[in-house]
């Protein structure tokens, strides 16, 4: 009363009123990758704009699943008569654990749920798997790519194929509406990155004796 000055907002209440420049744009980029994701989720369902197409990418999800290259790997491993061949299937193996683990561990960390207009019909899922971020497919396929275009020695078509196959993936994600868009492009980054721990953590006969008298 009186003209008195009124006292003084509390301190987060001014950060309320007036936010940061990053938090503006971390906002407007959650928005536009909330609407670019849902514009391009194609696939999302059988009444969506490609939905007839839903079948062949879920095949790629499959492709790109955990389950299949770990089991391929291990059987690899298991007929294989070769030292340098047991070697680097020993080191994909790694690889492909390492990649579990740790996109399990950003997953229960962020916990990001999946495109509300995601069906949860995917190939066997465990229960970090209802959260979004990162795509596991993205850095699964990222990784065996690099691993197999570093260790392999594949004519330039199939190492196309094999970049192409990688990309396929990533985008599919978001087409099946699986996944956002920054959960792909941060999975193919960290997929990437990956590698490169791998190969500075390689197993050989040399580091890891115990593992290589398995087989």
Known sequence: SGGSAPPPLPEEDCMRLNPSFV????????????????????????????????????????????????????????????????????????????????????????RRPRPTHNKMDMFVTISVDKYSFPSGHATRAALVCRFVLHHLVLAVPLRVLVVLWALVVGVSRVMLGRHNVTDVLFGLLLGYGLYSVVEYCWLSPLNAPALFALW
Do not use: M
Not at 40 to 49: D, K, M, P, R, T
Not at 56 to 67: A, F, P
Not at 92 to 108: P, Q, W, Y
């Open 23 to 110: 938090g503006i744009a971390l906002s407007s980029l959650l928005a536009v990758d909330l609407w670019a994701s849902k514009r391009l989720g194609v696939c999302a369902g059988e009444a969506s704009a490609w939905g007839s197409a839903r079948p062949l990418l879920k095949v790629v999800e499959v492709s790109g699943h955990g389950i299949p290259w770990l089991l391929g790997t291990f059987y690899g491993l298991c007929q294989s008569d070769s030292s340098a061949a047991r070697e680097v299937l020993l080191n994909l193996l790694f690889a492909l654990l390492l990649d579990l683990v740790l996109v399990a561990v950003v997953k229960g960390i962020v």
